[in-house]
C-alpha cells in the first residue's frame, strides 16, 4: 500500500433538466442510453476500486449503468442546493428580473439562493467528506459519482489546501460535462491534479 490516494471523479449522466436549462432536484432522472460513451468510461476506470456515489437518483442510475458494484452513499457530495430555484429554467430566473437571482451572480461563492446553501457551504461539507475518505481508503482507487458543483470543490480543495480563506471562486470556471472524469491524487497531505474534463464532449465527437 502507498499514501497516494487515486481519485476517480465522474459526474453523473445527463438529465433532461440540464437539457432544458432547468435546476434540477434530486428525483431527476439520468440518460443512461449512451452505449458507446459508457463502454469508454469503463475502459478507462480500473477494475479493482471502492465505488462512492452522491445519494440522488441520477448519480446513483450512472453508477448502475457503469458497475454491478453497489456503491457507498454519502449525502455530503450531493450538489449545492438551490433552494427555491430548483425546478426553474435559469433563463426564466433571468428575465423575469428577479432581484435575489441577479444578486446571487454578484458573488455566487458566498451568497445562497432562498432556502438553499452558498457555494462556500456546498465546498465544506464536500472537502470535509474528501478529507474523510483520504484518511479511511489511503492508497486505494476511489469511483466517486457526484455531480458538478462537487467534482469543482474538490478541485478547490486540490489547488488550495491550507489557504485560509480558501481563494474558491477560480474553481468555479472549471467545465464538468455530464459523463466526464476527473483525476486527482492525494498524496501524503499534498494534491495532484491528471486532468479536468477528461472525454468531455468535445473529446466524444
Do not use: C
Not at 429554467?89 to 451572480?105: E, Q, T, V
Not at 457555494?119 to 457526484?146: C, K, M, N, P, S
Not at 469543482?152 to 460535462?177: C, K, M, N, V, W
Amino acid at each position: 500500500m502507498t499514501d497516494t490516494t487515486r481519485f476517480w471523479w465522474l459526474r453523473h449522466a445527463p438529465t433532461a433538466a440540464q437539457t432544458e436549462g432547468r435546476i434540477p432536484d434530486a428525483d431527476a432522472e439520468a440518460d443512461v442510453s449512451g452505449a458507446a460513451r459508457l463502454a469508454t468510461l469503463r475502459r478507462r476506470l480500473p477494475a479493482r476500486a471502492l465505488w462512492i456515489a452522491s445519494p440522488t437518483r441520477r448519480a446513483v442510475q450512472t453508477v448502475k449503468a457503469l458497475t454491478h458494484v453497489r456503491p457507498l452513499m454519502i449525502p455530503a457530495l450531493t450538489e449545492q442546493d438551490f433552494g427555491t430555484w430548483t425546478g426553474q429554467r435559469h433563463a426564466d430566473l433571468w428575465g423575469s428580473g428577479d432581484a435575489a437571482y441577479r444578486a446571487y451572480w454578484d458573488d455566487p461563492v458566498y451568497k445562497a439562493p432562498p432556502g438553499g446553501e452558498s457555494y462556500a457551504a456546498q465546498f465544506a461539507r464536500t472537502a470535509a467528506a474528501i478529507r474523510d475518505l483520504t484518511t479511511e481508503h489511503t492508497g486505494l482507487d476511489l469511483i466517486l459519482v457526484a455531480h458538478a458543483g462537487t467534482l469543482r470543490a474538490a478541485l478547490a480543495l486540490a489547488l488550495t489546501e491550507g489557504r485560509q480563506p480558501p481563494p474558491l471562486a477560480a474553481s468555479l470556471g472549471f467545465s464538468i460535462d455530464p459523463l466526464s472524469l476527473t483525476r486527482i491524487d492525494a498524496i501524503g497531505p499534498g494534491w495532484r491534479i491528471g486532468g479536468v474534463n477528461l472525454l468531455s464532449e468535445d473529446d466524444a465527437r
